[in-house]
């Protein structure tokens, strides 16, 4: 990462209060689309087994697909409008013990054009 491009995200992080996502794209040039973004996700940090679990995620108008990833478990959400996005999710209520911990919840919002952007949050399964 070059100083100038350090200093920008660490003002962009001051500016928005969190860190930007971060990007997979191939190629020289930008997307013909633009870049997409993640504007938003609501979800809750503390989900209960048996319990259901809903949530939104707010993104640029560019985003074709959004999907919440745990481990090597991924769900698509439902595109409501553009770069709006819904899940509903019921929690299996068999979850056995040793699966009720914190994970690290990946959100990744794909552009029309493929580009992937991804945020990372922490939740607890109780």
Sequence with gaps: MTPMLAVLSLVLVL???????EYAHVGP???????????????PTEVHAGRPVTGTVETSDNVQYVEA????RS???HEDAPGKFSIS???PWW?????????ALQIVARSVDGVEVWRTIPITVR
């Design 15 to 21: 500016a928005v209060g969190e860190s930007p996502g």
């Design 29 to 43: 040039t930008p997307p013909p689309h633009g870049y997409p973004a993640i504007k938003s996700v609501e979800l």
């Design 69 to 72: 990833r745990i481990d090597y």
């Design 75 to 77: 769900l698509a959400m």
């Design 89 to 91: 999710y019921t929690v």
């Design 95 to 103: 979850l056995p013990p040793w699966l009720r911990h914190a994970y």
